[in-house]
């Protein structure tokens, strides 16, 4: 997850606008306003 995090940070990971969330790697992860990165359940979580 550490490492999505950072894909994240990098720009390297798809947005997805209907969802609001972030996919790398196969999961899932919102931002909160104040930056903080959560994932989202499910497959490889």
């Given at each position: 997850?550490?490492?999505?995090?950072?894909?994240?940070?990098?720009?390297?990971?798809?947005?997805?606008?209907?969802?609001?969330?972030?996919?790398?790697?196969?999961?899932?992860?919102?931002?909160?306003?104040?930056?903080?990165?959560f994932p989202d359940p499910g497959a490889g979580m």
């Amino acid at each position: 997850m550490h490492d999505d995090v950072a894909q994240i940070a990098a720009g390297n990971a798809r947005w997805d606008p209907t969802t609001q969330r972030y996919e790398i790697n196969g999961r899932y992860y919102g931002v909160e306003p104040s930056g903080t990165v959560f994932p989202d359940p499910g497959a490889g979580m």
